[in-house]
């Protein structure tokens, strides 16, 4: 059963608009939370996280919510750029765990 | 600072043959894991160590094996292998120091088993 959940496979988005990917998780216990970035055939990068004591957290063009009561996040990108097409992935941690547990990606296409 | 680095970046083994993937970190990190990924799913964690000298396993460590030759190195392989293990491989270190999760990953080793 996936714990960490990323509905949507594609999403595309015209440049300068706002990008909104969505992950949904089902366990209580994670408490951080991390969204990386991918682009082909390279490893994935570490782009912004947040912890489970926030609701939010920024980093330039990109923002992190968190509802912990719906057990959801989404990161916002503004305004999407077209060097921002690649796929992302959320994953989530438990405290003193050392593991991460993944999505399964989003591809964000931005179109010029 | 070349961070992660994987050798090969791509692999064609025969069903049964065995081969060790490479990985490598000069960031002085304790942590050190194995992903493969596969389409539509999201990485997996095959093992990791903690230290230099300890190895665990994680989601789906059958038909792997790994070494922490020291704290850079941290290798896995394949004894026999098998289709299923057709995947794009990662390897990523963290250090845990910081309270941060952030991993840090090479850019992947792509095995295709015949």
């Known amino acids: 059963d996936q714990q960490v959940k990323q509905n949507s496979p594609s999403l595309s988005v015209q440049e300068g608009r706002i990008s909104i990917l969505n992950c949904d998780y089902t366990?209580?216990?994670?408490?951080?939370f991390l969204w990386y970035k991918k682009y082909p055939a390279e490893g994935p990068t570490f782009l912004i996280s947040?912890?489970?004591i926030k609701d939010k957290n920024e980093d330039g063009r990109f923002t992190v919510f968190l509802n912990k009561s719906a057990k959801h996040l989404s990161l916002h990108i503004v305004p999407s750029q077209p060097g921002d097409s690649a796929v992302y992935f959320c994953?989530?941690?438990?405290?003193?765990?050392?593991?991460?547990?993944w999505g399964a990606g989003t591809k964000l296409i931005i179109k010029p | 600072n070349a961070g992660v680095t994987q050798t090969p970046k791509f692999q064609v083994l025969k069903t049964g043959q065995s081969m060790t993937l490479q990985c490598a970190q000069d960031m002085n990190h304790n942590s050190m894991y194995w992903y493969r990924q596969d389409p539509g799913m999201g990485l997996r964690l095959i093992y990791y160590s903690a230290s230099e000298g300890t190895t665990d396993k994680g989601e789906v460590p059958n038909g792997y094996n790994v070494s922490r030759l020291n704290k850079r190195e941290f290798s896995l392989r394949l004894e026999s292998a098998a289709p299923s293990q057709t995947s794009v491989y990662f390897c990523?270190?963290?250090?845990?120091?910081?309270?941060?999760?952030?991993?840090?990953f090479g850019p992947g080793t792509r095995l295709l088993v015949l």
């Open positions: 947040i912890s489970s």
């Open positions: 366990n209580s216990m994670f408490d951080y």
């Open positions: 990523a270190s963290r250090n845990p120091d910081t309270y941060q999760e952030t991993q840090y």
């Open positions: 994953a989530a941690s438990e405290d003193s765990n050392y593991q991460l547990i």
